[in-house]
């Protein structure tokens, strides 16, 4: 059974919003400071990736339960201009608004999985997850 | 039609008061309750009530100027807006009924009774509205500015060194902020060495980080070393995950450290008073 929660990001402040949801649900969960810090910037990372580049969308956290193995699900959703190259996106250093191009390929890191779809024209999902060791 | 509702109103004054009270005691959740006692409860509706009626009596100025007073009064009692507009309609809905009931009107007249109640209510509540979101509005405003004010301070503790303590979560015009008092307040104290302390920064991610850098980077430009303090573990461990390169920066784990280490590069040290120091470099600050 998941539950899910979602925050739509329209401002800057709802990345706060956004990332308090997430730290919440991770401290629900049991997780560690060190994995409620990744959560919180991988959040962190992907509301303001919509925020930048789509102005508008949606970040959902979701309870994950795989057989007794608990775990926590983020899924952030815009209809933007999405994403041409995702392979480049995906590199370290490449970035299209002047910042680190860390973003990405952070997030990556900071979770356990990692999935992204994404289209030109449409929009772009991201979905990671992170489980409790 | 107004006359009518007036007298009805004027002549039954206890019974819809009562009968009011009652309907919205009903209605009234316990934050309403919670925050205001029976006796604010019965008084605050019993002066509503009045302030209702002289609507049509008192020159319209007047009246305007009573309902602000109202307005500002519930508005500071902490009512729910909400409860506020529904007493309204509960109000007019008892006055309505009450002269239905008596049959004081014929048939073909209701319409135009809802009519007249219609139109002598929503001025009210549009003011209460009004008066409700200027509060809020007047609210929103001074907190920001007392945000601002204190968003990005920069302290001159030595000569030569300053610190800028960082606190709560760092948004674009925070950022902006940071960079611009960081380089006018090097200027302004003539600093060589400024501390930048998040400890109190509950997330660094690539956005921060990047405007440390520019920090950084800008506060040399002016001449003056930057040193980032504060850095929890776990924020220590996101930084390494997310790859992002704080090389150019000297970091320290604690203000403590880092402060000592602005003290060394400015060759000075704190000695116990009463030590003698050989050292001729260093004098007692």
Request: proline share 2%.
């Amino acid at each position: 059974m998941d539950i899910q929660s979602c925050v739509n990001i329209q401002t800057e402040w709802d990345i706060v919003a956004a990332r308090q949801l997430g730290r919440n649900v991770a401290k629900e969960l049991g997780f560690g400071v060190v994995d409620q810090a990744r959560i919180t910037t991988a959040i962190s990372e992907l509301a303001r990736n919509i925020f930048i580049y789509a102005h508008k969308g949606r970040v959902c956290i979701e309870k994950m339960n795989d057989k007794g193995h608990a775990g926590l699900r983020i899924i952030a959703i815009d209809s933007g201009p999405g994403i041409n190259d995702i392979r480049l996106a995906m590199e370290d250093g490449y970035s299209t608004s002047g910042g680190l191009g860390a973003g990405l390929p952070g997030v990556k890191r900071l979770m356990d999985e990692f999935q992204i779809v994404s289209s030109p024209g449409k929009g772009t999902e991201i979905t990671a997850i992170k489980w409790i060791r | 039609m107004n006359s009518l509702i007036i007298n009805y109103i004027d002549n039954h004054k206890e019974h819809i008061l009562n009968l009011w009270v009652e309907k919205m005691k009903e209605k009234a959740d316990d934050r309403v309750l919670r925050v205001v006692s029976n006796q604010v409860f019965v008084g605050t509706s019993r002066e509503f009530v009045e302030m209702v009626t002289s609507n049509l009596n008192d020159e319209n100025e007047e009246y305007s100027e009573r309902l602000r007073d109202f307005a500002e009064k519930v508005v500071k009692l902490g009512w729910p807006i909400s409860f506020v507009t529904e007493g309204i309609q509960v109000f007019s809905t008892i006055v309505y009924d009450g002269i239905k009931d008596e049959k004081l009107i014929n048939e073909e007249d209701e319409m135009k009774l809802f009519y007249g109640l219609h139109k002598w209510t929503n001025p009210m509540t549009n003011e209460i509205v009004n008066v409700y979101s200027t509060t809020w509005e007047r609210t929103v405003s001074l907190q920001k500015i007392a945000l601002q004010e204190l968003s990005a301070p920069l302290i001159p503790v030595f000569d030569g060194i300053s610190v800028m303590p960082l606190i709560g979560a760092i948004d674009t015009e925070r950022a902006k902020q940071i960079m611009e008092n960081l380089l006018n307040g090097v200027v302004k104290h003539r600093s060589e060495v400024v501390l930048i302390d998040i400890t109190g920064v509950p997330v660094v991610d690539t956005m921060v980080a990047h405007h440390i850098i520019q920090a950084a980077d800008a506060v040399r430009l002016v001449g003056a070393q930057c040193m980032l303090v504060g850095i929890r573990p776990e924020i220590a461990q996101t930084i390494v995950s997310l790859g992002i390169n704080l090389n150019q920066v000297t970091t320290k784990n604690t203000l403590k450290k880092g402060m000592e280490a602005a003290l060394e590069i400015m060759k000075k040290k704190m000695i116990q008073v009463g030590e003698i120091s050989e050292d001729s470099n260093s004098k007692i600050i």
